[in-house]
């Protein structure tokens, strides 16, 4: 009953506006979510990168100081090698950039759904309480 006589007196109704910020909180912490698991996935993913960097130079380095056949054979080896690194090395950059493209555009998508929402409540508040001409 107290409800309806706010609304009936232009007041505000201070149980949706407590619903809606409840709303605007719960989006953000899926949002925020997001980010953190994108975050955990990108350092996760540069740790397993670091350790294969380590492997693959570890190989090279044993391969520089035990040579075998002629050192033509051994240069063709050590440029196929850089280009292996170079190229696994821009498949890293491009696999991390797209989990963090990802993680963000999911949390861009909540962020943006809320606040769509959060329009179409106040358009609702707006009809509930015409201003006074």
């Not at 051994?74 to 170079?86: G, H, L, P, R």
């Not at 759904?113 to 179409?120: G, Q, S």
Request: net charge negative; aromatic share 6%.
């Amino acid at each position: 009953m107290a409800k309806q006589k706010a609304s009936q007196n232009g007041a505000f109704d201070v149980e949706a506006i407590i619903t809606s910020q409840r709303k605007n909180l719960e989006a953000l912490t899926q949002a925020n979510q997001y980010a953190v698991e994108g975050v955990q996935k990108v350092l996760h993913r540069q740790f397993e990168i670091a350790g294969q960097t380590l492997d693959d130079f570890s190989t090279m380095v044993h391969d520089l100081f035990t040579p075998s056949g002629s050192p033509e054979s051994w240069m063709v080896k050590q440029a196929e090698f850089s280009k292996k690194t170079i190229e696994n090395g821009l498949a890293n950059a491009r696999e991390l950039t797209e989990t963090v493209a990802q993680a963000n555009t999911a949390a861009f998508n909540i962020i943006g759904k809320r606040m769509t929402e959060t329009l179409d409540e106040m358009r609702g508040y707006g009809k509930q309480h015409p201003a006074a001409d």
